[in-house]
């Protein structure tokens, strides 16, 4: 198993420019999700999704979209990038199975935004 | 509302000294609480869960925290740190959905 995957690893954008971080899991998690994290700040999540074609706004959704065609893919999308989108991305899958999670995270992808 | 507090931003001890890293919340009912640390440059790893039952719970790596329901708090401990053990660490809670809520996190720094 690779567990999550997430590309790219790093990547600079210009105000206004768009992009789209990737996201996947071998792991057949039912639950996919994307926080940022910030200096100071911990983890705030953005998006979450129980399943194939169900997504939904977690705490900061703002300035982002997200889709989920299959299980193993989850993409965040931004569509204006703005400076205060520069951040360290991580995406996260758990399989919720009864009442245990653990989630399992990718390695982050760190977006600068000027 | 959920919270999670982790009052230190840093914590130094020495090598084969005990290490202890606070994290307190506030959450109605009975909540789920998780340990993650995230070495430099790579994603949180799970450390160690409280779902129910005995109040301590031992994880990876030597770690282990103690679940106190009247204070309110789940501290992360080690009884001897090793360098290796510097890492930033992060507490979360989950109430009865699927999302966690972290705490700031608390740079642990272990000096040889």
């Known amino acids: 198993n690779a567990g999550v995957t997430q590309t790219p690893k790093f990547r600079i954008l210009k105000i206004g420019q768009s992009m789209t971080l990737q996201c996947t899991q071998d792991?057949?998690?039912?639950?996919m999700y994307w926080y940022r994290q910030d200096p100071g700040m911990g983890l705030k999540l953005i998006y979450y999704?129980?399943?194939?074609?169900?997504?939904d706004k977690g705490e900061v959704p703002n300035g982002y979209n997200v889709s989920r065609s299959t299980t193993e893919d989850f993409p965040l999308r931004l569509e204006l990038a703005a400076p205060s989108q520069t951040s360290v991305y991580f995406c996260?899958?758990?399989?919720?199975?009864?009442?245990?999670?653990?989630?399992?995270f990718g390695p982050g992808t760190r977006l600068t935004v000027l | 509302a959920q919270s999670v507090a982790q009052p230190e931003d840093q914590v130094n001890v020495a090598e084969g000294n005990p290490l202890t890293v606070k994290c307190t919340y506030s959450?109605?009912?009975?909540?789920?609480l998780f340990w993650y640390v995230q070495y430099p440059n790579r994603g949180l790893q799970f450390l160690l869960k409280y779902i129910t039952g005995d109040n301590l719970v031992k994880g990876s790596y030597g770690f282990e925290a103690e679940f106190n329901k009247s204070q309110t708090s789940f501290h992360l401990k080690k009884p001897s740190a090793l360098v290796s053990d510097s890492a930033l660490y992060f507490c979360a809670v989950r109430p009865h959905d699927y999302k966690l809520s972290f705490g700031a996190g608390t740079t642990v720094t272990v000096r040889a």
């Open positions: 999704s129980v399943g194939a074609g169900i997504t």
């Open positions: 996260a899958s758990s399989y919720l199975p009864g009442d245990t999670d653990t989630q399992y």
């Open positions: 792991m057949n998690h039912n639950y």
């Open positions: 959450v109605s009912g009975n909540p789920y």
